[in-house]
């Protein structure tokens, strides 16, 4: 009987451990841009979890890799291995294509809205209890108001911003072309480097 409980443990640990043996692991590196760290370390363990429910118990783990989006895509093309690319400036991916080869050609029309699963939206930030009653695009450009955002030619968030207050000043100009761009010489007189 002790032989038969045995053989039958024995039995028992070899079909667990055959079971282990067919969930995979399956690590990810997701090179992005810095603004989405705690995005994606917001994301990431959901995903990780909804994965081996939908793949049998295969595990998941999704590493990060965060800096500017052109040093991210500079760092694949010098040998990063990632698995996924997040970045914030189409430029930053296409040239994943045009240097490397590493994409195909068509990757911007291969999926919904032009490859691109989310967006950002601008805000800003003023002090605390917003003292110079700032609430709209025009605000910015007044006398008393000092603007501070990164070079457009070098950072893809301050790119967000110029296109951000392009849109901005063409919506409430009607489409006119002049005072839109009036209104970007104004803006763009106003910024302060950072």
Request: glycine share 6%; hydrophobic share 40%; aromatic share 8%.
């Amino acid at each position: 009987m002790a032989v038969n409980l045995l053989k039958k443990r024995t039995l028992t640990l070899a079909a667990m451990l055959l079971l282990v043996g067919q969930a995979q692991a399956t690590e990810l590196l997701n090179s992005s841009y810095d603004v989405s760290r705690e995005l994606f370390a917001a994301l990431n363990p959901p995903f990780e979890q909804q994965w081996a429910k939908d793949n049998g118990g295969d595990k998941l783990t999704i590493k990060q890799s965060h800096a500017g989006s052109s040093k991210q895509a500079l760092a694949i093309l010098q040998g990063l291995k990632a698995d996924v690319v997040t970045y914030n400036q189409v430029t930053d991916v296409q040239i994943l294509h045009d240097k490397g080869k590493l994409i195909p050609a068509d990757w911007q029309s291969r999926l919904p809205n032009n490859s691109s699963p989310f967006y950002s939206t601008m805000g800003f930030l003023v002090r605390k209890g917003n003292p110079k009653n700032i609430h709209d695009w025009n605000d910015l450009v007044r006398s008393d108001v000092k603007l501070i955002f990164p070079n457009p030619k070098t950072s893809g968030n301050a790119r967000y911003t110029y296109l951000a207050a392009w849109g901005a000043a063409d919506k409430a100009d009607g489409g006119d072309k002049t005072k839109t761009e009036q209104f970007m010489t104004q803006f763009l007189k106003k910024r302060r480097s950072v």
